[in-house]
């Protein structure tokens, strides 16, 4: 008898590797950018956000930004000077390692620093985060932040915050504590379960920041040659971020290049500092985040969101 024919499930969400083509387009794209900029910053983010990140695209649009493909923006660049594309830039392309972008732009330096120090956003921790503040619930209804007056979670919810670890009973409709409940601590990593209780409660502790590590100059400034990286200074609270980012980004190399075998060999028979490797590669070709990407609907920036007036 023939074989039955099944339904094949068909992941919809898988996006093709980039080719080399696409690598050489990008290559090409960013010596473009070095080439008609006077600026090239070097930035790392804190609690990074893609809906954000977008958004600061679309804030520096006459401007441009690259984020992710680490090794294709090095090569871009040159790594010494017998093959950067500008003068003393390979020293900041030497810089380009983990959770890192490149901006170039001819805004003067001060400008942007300005900007990199106002620019926040507010959004919800998560798992590993620092707890920004402590959070103690009293015994009784269970209510979430919204405006001014707090508002009692839906009946629905309920379930979901025993199995977060939350003492709770429906009274009367409401999820209701039994006793008194602390979610976390200041200056605690957050748990799984204490990050979902934050965001069911609407309580957001943490911040999209974009911080400015050095940058290179085109034009000779501060009693320095031009063609030189300008280093800048962290304050402790950068330094933890982009720490915070750093660890973010190595714990996720190593979810990707840890898996094991049977065997107990790395993925695929390599060893594993191949597939760490071939991991890290993985990463910077499946970033998403290219140099130009459109913005849906709903990322739309509002005028409240623009730049001041002198970087338009």
Known sequence: MPRARRNKVVTLTKTAKKTRADKESLIDKVRDAAQQYSF???FGIGNMRN?????????????????????????????????????????????????VGLLFTDSPPAEVQEW????????????????????????????????????ALPHSIEPQLRQLGM?????????????????????????????????????????FRIIPLAYWSSIATEGKAE????????TPEQKELIEQAQNDSSA???????????????????SPKKAAED???????DEEDDDD???DDGDKVEESMMLPAELR
């Not at 958004?55 to 493909?69: A, D, P």
């Open 40 to 42: 090239v910053w070097l």
């Open 167 to 207: 003492p709770t009973e429906l009274k009367r409709g409401v999820p209701t504590l039994l006793r008194e409940f602390t979610v976390c601590k200041k200056g605690s990593r957050l748990t799984k379960e204490a990050a979902q209780i934050l965001k069911h409660l609407l309580i957001m502790q943490a911040e």
């Open 252 to 270: 996720e190399l190593a979810g990707v290049g840890g898996k094991k075998t049977k065997k107990g060999s790395a993925r695929n028979g390599r």
């Open 279 to 285: 991991a890290e590669m993985d990463a910077e070709e």
């Open 116 to 151: 990199f120090k106002t620019y926040s956003r507010e959004d919800f921790a998560r798992a590993g985060n620092k707890a920004s503040e402590t959070v103690v619930l009293p015994e009784g209804p269970v209510m979430m932040h919204v405006g001014p007056v707090p508002e």
């Open 293 to 295: 990407v459109s913005l």
């Open 227 to 234: 063609g030189t990286v300008h280093e800048l200074e962290l």
């Open 51 to 99: 809906a954000y990140l977008k958004e600061v695209r679309q804030l520096w649009e006459g401007s441009r930004l690259f984020f992710g493909k680490l090794g294709i923006m090095r090569k871009a660049l040159g790594t010494e000077e017998g093959d950067e594309i500008r003068t003393g830039i390979s020293a900041l392309s030497n810089k380009l390692a983990g959770s």
